[in-house]
């Protein structure tokens, strides 16, 4: 029997409108209805209010989360953070400093954004930041980073993918102290602590609930997913989902605009 479930966001619980349908959304309150236990489990920030425009109508549904790929776990309203070692963010600020207009983002607590180049104001909605929040990189600024992002553009309107050779130099130099990532089709580089993904935080969450491995499922898309969709045998790939992620998950669903979770809720899980 399935007790909780973990809910990627973007390409996966959100449509290509960056909505949850009203569909999923009676889907999940059935869930709910049943005592099965509701989590996101994102890249994003936990600021959803600001970034999808969020009400108490979607945070209602769920009962915590994770966050920034693991270095934010959320159960009700208490964060806990796990941080990148200071000299890794130093290198990495280094490296990317060394390809012209790439730029670099370090997200840490209370929404604070360290740029080398800041993001053109029409694009900070989409990054749910303001002004007040936005920093320039400099060293005081490494010392409590919870994620890295490495881009072009604005990162929300980037087409270029991000260099090859760089996503290489950091893996070889930094995989035993982080979790790198290459997503949205190479364009994004995402960078957590070792000690952060959303895999482990799900086992955290689990271990507190009293919960065991075949009583939690996830759903997912992107590589950043890998970990989870391996990790539980109740787990759910998107049919629009990096071909990577659906080889790592139980079962492949439907795509993120064909209501993918509810037929992975029903047809999968058997909860609705």
């Not at 208490?78 to 400093?97: A, F, K, L, Q, R």
């Not at 969450?205 to 491995?213: D, E, N, T, Y």
Request: aromatic share 10%; with cysteine.
């Amino acid at each position: 029997m399935i007790k909780a479930v973990f809910f990627d966001l973007d390409g996966t619980l959100l449509n290509s409108k960056k909505q949850i349908s009203e569909e999923t959304v009676l889907a999940l309150k059935k869930c709910r209805e049943k005592d099965v236990k509701l989590f996101v489990a994102t890249a994003r920030p936990p600021i959803l209010d600001r970034m999808l425009n969020w009400t108490e109508k979607e945070f209602g549904l769920f009962d915590g989360g994770i966050f920034c790929n693991g270095g934010v776990e959320r159960i009700g309203r208490e964060d806990n953070y796990t941080y990148i070692p200071e000299h890794v963010v130093s290198y990495c600020v280094s490296e990317t400093g060394k390809y012209p207009e790439l730029n670099i983002a370090l997200q840490m607590e209370k929404n604070i954004h360290a740029f080398n180049r800041f993001p053109e104001k029409s694009a900070r909605k989409h990054w749910g930041i303001e002004d007040r929040e936005i920093r320039w990189i400099i060293p005081e600024y490494m010392k409590k980073v919870i994620k890295i992002l490495i881009y072009y553009k604005n990162l929300v309107d980037s087409i270029t993918p991000v260099p090859v050779p760089l996503f290489e130099s950091l893996k070889k130099n930094c995989s035993s102290k982080t979790k790198i990532y290459l997503t949205d089709q190479g364009k994004v580089i995402q960078i957590t602590s070792a000690r952060a993904s959303k895999y482990n935080s799900i086992e955290n969450i689990r271990k507190s609930l009293g919960f065991s491995k075949k009583e939690i499922a996830v759903f997912g898309d992107d590589m950043n997913d890998l970990e989870m969709l391996s990790g539980y045998e109740n787990s759910i790939a998107m049919g629009n989902g990096e071909e990577k992620a659906k080889n790592a998950a139980g079962f492949i669903t439907l795509d993120n605009d064909s209501d993918g979770i509810i037929y992975g809720l029903s047809r999968y899980l058997d909860i609705i």
